[in-house]
């Protein structure tokens, strides 16, 4: 018996589904069926109960597959500390990164990181939307925010803040607001998720000592589900837009942006290396881990130069 045939056999367990088991190990359905096949009759008996419509697990199935599947997590933690122990660097990295983060800063570095190690390949998945490991057959995520689900493992990157910018043109034309209050006198760039349009910004400002809060809710003047696209509309003078800091950073130290309003604080946010389990976080994703913190300070730490930032964000 075949070892990849047993994997593709536990998948067709976990998704109930030849169909969508072969989807998630990107081989074609007749292939996952006939690994099934021989699996059952390496055994002698029959794993699923088919029907037209449903696959079920046998009772045979039910007590076998079980403990194949602590057979196979025992072989991969064995492969683990060897890697571990050699320092191998290799492998495919399944990686799911959003948009902009993606095409404009992360992917260079991770392209940087192959040429260094040669025996390492890459599958990327570009996208702003949410994304399920499972699913979509991911190693490792590079996201905003910590896990949502407590089943996942996860590594702060770096603190992110977020700032209002616009192009010089279109300052020139409309003029720089000087309070939150008069950008409902410009022109929003929003990002859209699932319908969800992002429209409504949110400042504060301590004065006097007291600290005061904005809710600001601009024209929506454009709007789109992928964050690229609201950057490229802002460099292109479209109107003001609020992006994550790493996300513009090119244009802002090349001055295709400009950052508005920064007596004023807008809620940041934190960037973090996501995985599925324990068992994923192998020596390359911790040399990648390591490379992204090594990057993102470098990059914060020219904005902060600059005076984009504060200091404060380089804290853990």
């Given at each position: ?36 096949k ?11 109960v088919?029907t ?5 697990l046998s009772?045979a199935?039910?007590r076998?597959l ?6 196979l ?6 492969k ?18 959003s948009?902009d983060?993606g ?9 940087a ?9 890459l ?12 699913r ?15 089943n996942?493992y ?7 803040p ?9 300052l020139?034309?409309?003029?720089v ?7 409902l ?7 859209q998720?699932?319908?969800i349009l ?6 504060s400002c301590?004065a006097?000592?007291t600290?005061?809060s ?12 992928d964050?690229?696209?609201v950057?490229r ?17 090119n244009?802002?130290l090349?001055?295709r ?7 004023y ?5 934190e ?20 490379m992204?913190?090594e ?8 904005l ?13």
């Amino acid at each position: 018996m075949q070892l990849e045939d047993l994997r593709v056999v536990l998948k067709v367990a976990e998704f109930r589904n030849i169909t969508a088991a072969a989807t998630h190990l990107d081989m074609q359905m007749a292939t996952a069926s006939a690994a099934v096949k021989r699996v059952e009759a390496s055994l002698g008996v029959e794993l699923f109960v088919r029907t037209t419509r449903h696959l079920r697990l046998s009772s045979a199935g039910e007590r076998y597959l079980p403990q194949c599947t602590a057979a196979l997590a025992l072989l991969e933690q064995a492969k683990q500390t060897i890697h571990n122990d050699l320092d191998i660097i290799s492998g495919e990295i399944r990686l799911a990164v959003s948009s902009d983060l993606g095409r404009n800063v992360a992917i260079p570095w991770v392209d940087a990181f192959m040429t260094q190690h040669p025996k390492v390949t890459l599958r990327v998945h570009v996208s702003d939307s949410n994304i399920d490991f499972y699913r979509d057959a991911l190693d490792i995520a590079l996201r905003y925010g910590p896990p949502a689900d407590s089943n996942l493992y996860g590594f702060k990157i770096c603190n992110v803040p977020r700032l209002l910018v616009a192009s010089p043109s279109y300052l020139e034309a409309q003029g720089v607001p000087e309070h939150p209050k008069e950008l409902l006198q410009h022109q929003g760039l929003f990002y859209q998720l699932q319908n969800i349009l992002n429209d409504t910004w949110h400042f504060s400002c301590k004065a006097s000592g007291t600290e005061r809060s904005y809710k600001i809710k601009p024209k929506a003047y454009c709007a789109a589900n992928d964050g690229d696209l609201v950057r490229r509309w802002c460099v292109a003078g479209k109107g003001v837009a609020i992006k994550s800091s790493l996300d513009i950073a090119n244009d802002l130290l090349a001055g295709r942006l400009v950052p508005l309003l920064l007596n004023y604080s807008i809620p940041s946010g934190e960037l973090w290396l996501v995985c599925p389990s324990r068992q994923s976080i192998t020596p390359t994703v911790r040399l990648l881990r390591d490379m992204f913190r090594e990057r993102t300070e470098g990059l914060l730490k020219q904005l902060v130069d600059r005076r984009f930032v504060t200091e404060a964000v380089l804290a853990d």
